[in-house]
């Protein structure tokens, strides 16, 4: 039996559902299987990349969920060696073909590149959309003086900031920057790997609520306001459990605790392109 849909959270316009199936790692045949199990169950909202390797894969999952495209909000990116003039639309284009869709919901700057100029890869992310490859558009492992610099030069809002962020790592200063912009903290390796079973303060609030360690700290991280998050699995049990986060709440203290684990260290994905972080 099909699971609710995870609630909308809204931005510049963009309604995005709070829980969406990621894609990294996941190509082809199990690929396919996990994005149309995941319809088919529920979510309503997947993100992918051309960096994945994986678009045509999640195009079929797509069409074999029986799920109308209307209803479902799609997330692509440009890779970071492609975000130069034109060279970004038709990264886009190529995204759209191989997905086999007429538009994303979201096209997402993946990684920022200091060799290109952020006015020109703003410029060509505002054309994607005014092409109506995209109907929203926003950034990704953008920090504080990126983000600021790429609101001044964006004519179509910006409506998220897709950055790392679980409890082990500290995010506030950013997440303040990103909700004063009203933009959507889109939280990736939001489960941290499936690392939590092991921390004594996830277990005992998973124990109390009758919840894995993993949905505790899923729906720590959507019980922020303007959070949206995107755990990736292809295992049919854990795709279920994921979006299974919405019958229970944690309390004032429990958010606290959960928050209090993090450090400016529990940084997970740290590529040697990395900007420099806040
Ligand atoms: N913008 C970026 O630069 C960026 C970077 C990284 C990720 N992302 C996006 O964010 C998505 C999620 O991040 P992620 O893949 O790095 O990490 P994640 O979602 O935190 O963790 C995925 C891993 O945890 C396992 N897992 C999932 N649910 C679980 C559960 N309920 N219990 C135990 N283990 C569970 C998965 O295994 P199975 O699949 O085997 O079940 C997989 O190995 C990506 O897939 C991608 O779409 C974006």
């Known amino acids: 039996m099909s699971l609710p849909h995870a609630p909308l959270v809204r931005a510049h316009g963009a309604a995005i559902p709070a829980i969406g199936l990621g894609t990294f790692n996941a190509h082809g045949e199990i690929c396919s299987e996990a994005v149309s199990f995941a319809l088919r169950n ?3 909202h997947i993100d992918t990349a051309p960096r994945y390797e994986n678009e045509e894969a999640v195009g079929e999952g797509l069409r074999r969920s029986g799920v109308p495209r209307d209803q479902i909000f799609l997330t692509t990116k440009v890779w970071w060696d492609r975000i ?3 060279d970004l639309q038709r990264s886009a284009e190529e995204s759209l073909q191989k997905l086999g869709v007429d538009q994303v919901d979201l096209l997402l700057i993946h990684w920022p590149n200091p060799a290109i100029p952020l006015a020109d890869s703003i410029a060509a992310l505002n054309d994607a959309k005014r092409r109506g490859y995209a109907k ?7 920090t504080i003086a990126l983000l600021n610099e790429a609101w001044r030069l964006t ?3 910006l409506v998220c900031n897709q950055c790392e962020w679980h409890p082990a790592l500290d995010q506030e200063k950013l997440r303040a920057v990103v909700r004063g912009y009203g933009m959507i903290f889109t939280a990736y390796s939001p489960v941290g790997r499936g690392v939590y079973g092991e921390n004594a303060v996830v277990s005992a609030i998973a124990k109390k609520y009758g919840k894995t360690a993993s949905q505790v700290v899923l ?20 795709i279920r459990a994921n979006l299974d986060i919405f019958d229970f709440t944690l309390s004032a203290e429990e958010m606290a605790a959960l928050s209090g684990l993090g450090s400016r260290e529990g940084r997970l994905v740290k590529p040697d392109f990395s900007p420099a972080w806040d």
């Open 42 to 44: 529920g979510y309503r």
């Open 155 to 157: 004519q179509e809002p």
């Open 136 to 142: 929203h558009i926003g950034v990704s492992n953008f």
């Open 84 to 86: 130069g003039a034109d």
């Open 219 to 238: 729906r720590w991280n959507v019980q922020h306001e303007g959070s949206v998050a995107i755990p990736k699995s292809v295992t049919p049990e854990r």
